[in-house]
């Protein structure tokens, strides 16, 4: 819901980013369905994407454009105008803090400054949903603050779901955490209330959650 963010936890092979890769359109799911903003992901896919802003990890860019560049083609790509381009690259550019960067070729830049370029692009459009998959992997603490910053700015009128294997970033960017394993949802909690569910706190729990069914095995 709007002013959501959610973590979405789960051990590697645990379909967090299957669950994902549906949800964007991009996998097309064995069975059932998924509504974004009210439009099925299976009957009207084109609809739901255009609600969407999607971070996956290790994001691909094309690593000969500028930032710049990048944007202007993923802008033309959602259609905007002239206008509505040039005013939706500068806002992501100060959003996303690569103006600095913004002329040089995509290759030159460290992997923060990547990841920040794909951020820039996944809110290009200004979505009422983001799903944003390892959002400060590789970013360095004062990089990763100004992600942070910037999340819980957007979250004021989004809907925002992060996935994330640093459990230092859920209590610091969300409000409520889904624990997934096997595909199946094993918790559905908030952050302080799932920490103190077990003496170790939230590293505790999710390590107890999320091997739950190796243990059944």
């Not at 959003?95 to 400054?113: E, F, H, M």
């Not at 290009?124 to 999340?151: M, S």
Request: with cysteine.
């Amino acid at each position: 819901e709007q002013g959501d963010v959610l973590g979405f936890l789960g051990q590697n092979g645990a379909g967090k980013s299957t669950t994902m890769r549906m949800i964007t359109g991009v996998l097309e799911p064995d069975s059932g369905d998924a509504r974004v903003m009210g439009h099925s992901i299976t009957q009207d896919r084109r609809t739901a994407q255009g609600q969407l802003g999607y971070l996956p990890e290790g994001a691909p860019l094309y690593r000969d454009m500028t930032p710049t560049g990048f944007l202007s083609f993923l802008a033309d790509a959602h259609g905007m105008t002239r206008v509505e381009r040039i005013g939706a690259i500068e806002r992501v550019i100060a959003d996303a803090r690569i103006a600095n960067v913004a002329n040089q070729p995509i290759a030159t830049l460290s992997k923060g400054y990547r990841r920040r370029v794909g951020l820039a692009g996944a809110i290009l459009n200004d979505p009422p949903v983001l799903l944003l998959d390892e959002p400060t992997d590789g970013l360095d603490p004062i990089q990763k603050r100004a992600v942070r910053a910037l999340i819980a700015r957007m979250a004021r009128d989004k809907a925002i779901v992060i996935s994330t294997h640093t459990l230092e970033e859920v209590p610091a960017m969300c409000n409520r955490v889904i624990v997934v394993d096997h595909g199946q949802v094993v918790a559905d909690d908030t952050p302080e209330k799932l920490a103190s569910s077990r003496p170790g706190g939230l590293e505790e729990a999710f390590i107890m959650l999320a091997s739950r069914q190796e243990g059944q095995g």
